[in-house]
């Protein structure tokens, strides 16, 4: 995919288009709403010969809603893609090519700040529930089991494992609970934030579904129930009470 510089913008007050530019013609950023602030971290400037990104950006590009301005900030590394999550003042961003850290961007200073994960690990999670992040998974040189929590109320991090290890793809977040669906195997991961745990819930052979949650209900769609000797997929939605 080739980098590009503009950003299509659609006003949901009047219903009309404008654009803006990049102050780096990229692609493949880690964007999240963070209250008054729209961040737009790292990204890519072009593919290598093997058709993968290369040449990361450290560009950051910020939209204040408030004043209608755009500024720009700097990671503390080149990066790309991946996701993000807010809680409070601050957004943590997980990078794909940023195996063993997190970037935290405080909301009021500006500033970045990095958290080295407990143990390295690729396409990590972010998930906010109640006063928490969950950092789970992915991939080490394994499936990882680890997570990293992070409680803004004690300001404090702290390390939890789950249950299995599975790759996990997406998740939904209800009020007191977060629903981690398996990429590669029926065991789901279900976390409860009040009791600040983690247990498993099987769909009968069913995995790659996605989860939705609609008035702090669970809803499951779709998935595989069998590979071999054909792909055979669901058309069923469940739903999920916990």
Do not use: H
């Not at 819930?201 to 998935?223: E, H, L, T, W, Y």
């Amino acid at each position: 995919m080739d980098p590009i510089a503009n950003i299509d913008i659609f006003d949901v007050q009047n219903g009309s288009w404008s654009f803006a530019l990049l102050s780096q013609a990229r692609t493949g950023l880690n964007g999240i709403d963070a209250g008054n602030l729209i961040i737009l971290a790292g990204g890519y400037r072009e593919w290598n010969s093997g058709d993968f990104p290369d040449k990361p950006s450290a560009q950051v590009d910020i939209y204040d809603k408030e004043s209608n301005k755009w500024f720009t900030s700097t990671l503390p590394t080149p990066a790309y893609g991946g996701r993000a999550a807010v809680l409070g003042n601050q957004a943590f961003f997980v990078f794909e090519n940023i195996f063993d850290r997190i970037f935290i961007f405080d909301l009021d200073s500006y500033k970045w700040t990095e958290k080295f994960l407990s143990e390295p690990r690729w396409l990590t999670i972010p998930v906010r529930i109640g006063n928490k992040v969950l950092f789970a998974g992915d991939y080490k040189y394994e499936k990882s089991n680890k997570v990293d929590i992070y409680d803004a109320t004690s300001d404090r991090w702290t390390t939890a494992t789950l249950p299995v290890r599975s790759t996990l793809g997406s998740f939904a977040a209800g009020e007191d609970k977060v629903l981690f669906p398996s990429l590669d195997n029926s065991n789901w991961i279900v976390y409860d934030a009040i009791s600040e745990t983690f247990s498993t819930v099987s769909f009968s052979d069913r995995f790659q579904a996605i989860p939705i949650v609609v008035n702090n209900q669970f809803f499951v769609g779709g998935g595989v129930i069998s590979t071999y000797p054909i792909i055979d997929f669901s058309c069923r939605v469940w739903k999920i009470s916990f």
